[in-house]
């Protein structure tokens, strides 16, 4: 089978929750974005593969076409919670893969509410919030960083330090929802929602749409594409295989590593290779476990990590140079997207300020808890 | 649902039997040890068939990993500390951690617990029905 290009992608200036325009009409936004990309119009796609979580069951992708061109494609709606861009990405991906289609668009966009995500229990009886622990995700993914402070002695400040790194990063992207320089202090002493996650430890509710033009290498060849176009090295989801405490806390560890190995031998390359990660980093506490998950260094390892500076812009392999969950946003179902696009960007070497010097293979990771992995490797192709 | 005559237990795994003490129910897989709870068929580890017995489980355990919530949704009162418990003999339970301080100078991962049984925080449903739950709380 030949490889699978992203020739045109994009992404919309990530802006506060509740700010944007209607979902079909922001995703319409991110899909025009794309296609001016690469010179294309809506009448070259053959499908159209639509992420949204919020509105799942209201074909979103159907309505994005009705604002750019109802050309009558197939169109398929995704949602799989965090991992829904990533989805949308990945159906694309695997339709050209298989020969299907030679150019396809893949969408991802969300209008978010503000506040907390999750919550314990629901359905019938009391409210369990609060009662039988917390299903807040700002708790959920406190717990799972506490596991590996358990194990490894991680510590509050290490958590933090993400959350500094990130924002940091964030100062250099104009279309991060926030460009402000947070200090380890500030971070440690703002207001504690769950520990050791503070609020500037938790990712930024956003709307947000980012969309990806996807083509066979033929197509790409065809078309004069080759310049700027990013080589789909591995594709691979999961789904989380049984673990002895899933019932009440959810594994974000297991999936990944597994996503991570099948990825980085589909790609034939390995995690030393890699020279720039967008993980998910939903909560601080999130990211020092995707080092070790994804191979970055060994277990035990993540802590030294950020504290010596290797996963910062200018490091041995910087992650979230986009400012990541934390500062860019997360509207979830466009942040699978929106990693690619970043990633892309450094590839072409189109990310200015924030450029990783002579980036030529990079990694993006998405979570969707419940839990669904998707990791993407991608390649500059020339 | 009309009004119970006698409080309900928060979820269908805590068992309020007649006459005895309450306790929390697991149920366990006969072929691999998984322990779930909740009534299933299917073993989610090892995928076995009506394998599935239940089992009681003990009321001590150890803090596997906490959270302290400061932050939650309108109405619930914080802070709480959410708790992670390995229960001896197998089953882990989510629930709030009571009667320690919500300090993390002062809960201790690995820390031995009991199980604790009590009104659900006063919070009743729309029929006017009473709960109980467990709760975890430092063990000596």
């Known amino acids: 089978m030949s490889d699978v290009f992203v020739v045109g992608i994009d992404m919309t200036k990530f802006q506060k929750a509740g700010t944007g325009p209607a979902v079909d009409v922001l995703g319409a936004q991110a899909a025009l974005m794309a296609l001016d990309d690469c010179g294309l119009k809506i009448q070259d796609m053959e499908a159209l593969y639509c992420g949204n979580l919020g509105q799942a069951a209201a074909m979103v992708g159907q309505r994005v076409l009705q604002q750019i061109g109802q050309t009558g494609i197939p169109v398929v709606n995704c949602a799989n919670a965090c991992a829904t861009g990533a989805t949308a990405f990945r159906e694309a ?21 503000g506040g907390l995500l999750g919550g ?21 993914f406190a717990e799972a960083g506490m596991e590996h402070a358990r194990k490894h002695g991680t510590t509050f400040e290490q958590f933090a330090k993400v959350s500094v790194k990130n924002h940091h990063h964030s100062t250099m992207n104009p279309k991060s929802m926030y460009q402000i320089e947070t200090p380890l202090e500030t971070v440690m002493n703002a207001e504690m929602i769950a520990y050791p996650n503070t609020k500037l430890m938790c990712s930024v509710n956003v709307d947000g749409s980012a969309a990806a033009v996807i083509a066979s290498e033929k197509k790409a060849k065809e078309l004069g594409l080759m310049g700027r176009a990013v080589r789909v090295k591995a594709s691979v989801m999961t789904s989380d295989p049984w673990q002895e405490r899933d019932l009440v806390m959810p594994d974000v560890n297991t999936c990944t590593r597994n996503a991570a190995k099948k990825a980085y031998e589909m790609a034939g390359v390995s995690p030393q290779d890699i020279n720039l990660v967008e993980l998910h980093d939903c909560f601080a506490t999130a990211e020092i476990l995707h080092y070790e998950n994804l191979g970055l260094c060994g277990d035990g390892e993540a802590g030294k990590m950020i504290d ?14 986009s400012g990541g969950l934390l500062s860019k946003g997360h509207p979830l179902g466009a942040t699978g997207i929106a990693n690619i696009y970043e990633v892309s960007t450094h590839l072409r070497g189109e990310a200015g300020k924030r450029q990783v010097p002579n980036a030529r293979l990079g990694l993006t990771h998405v979570i969707g808890l419940g839990s669904a992995c998707g990791i993407h490797i991608l390649e500059k192709a020339s | 649902m009309a009004q ?24 366990k897989c006969q072929s691999c040890g998984a322990v779930f709870l909740g009534e299933r068929t299917v073993c989610a580890k090892c995928g076995a068939r009506d394998k599935l017995k239940t089992q009681k489980l003990s009321n001590t355990g150890t803090l596997y990993v906490y959270s302290i919530v400061h932050r939650s949704f309108p109405g619930i009162e914080v802070p709480y500390v959410s708790a992670i418990v390995d229960l001896d003999g197998g089953g882990t339970v989510k629930g709030n951690l009571i009667n320690i301080e919500p300090d993390p100078e002062k809960i201790k991962l690995g820390m031995p617990v009991e199980v604790v049984y009590k009104d659900a925080l006063g919070r009743k449903d729309r029929e006017g029905n009473s709960y109980v739950s467990y709760f975890f709380q430092p063990r000596q």
Request: glycine share 20%; hydrophobic share 40%; aromatic share 4%.
């Open chain 1, 308 to 321: 010596t500076g290797e996963v910062a812009l200018g490091g041995r392999v910087p992650v979230n140079v």
């Open chain 1, 120 to 140: 314990a229990g629901g359905g019938t009886g009391i409210p369990k919030e609060g009662l039988l622990g917390s299903g807040t995700m700002p708790a959920v």
């Open chain 1, 93 to 113: 991906w695997m339709a050209v893969k298989a020969g299907v289609y030679d150019l396809v668009i893949a969408v991802g966009v969300e209008k978010m509410g």
């Open chain 2, 4 to 27: 119970s005559t006698k409080p309900l237990p928060v979820v269908e795994w805590l068992k309020l039997p007649d006459g005895g003490d309450p306790y929390l129910e697991g149920h």
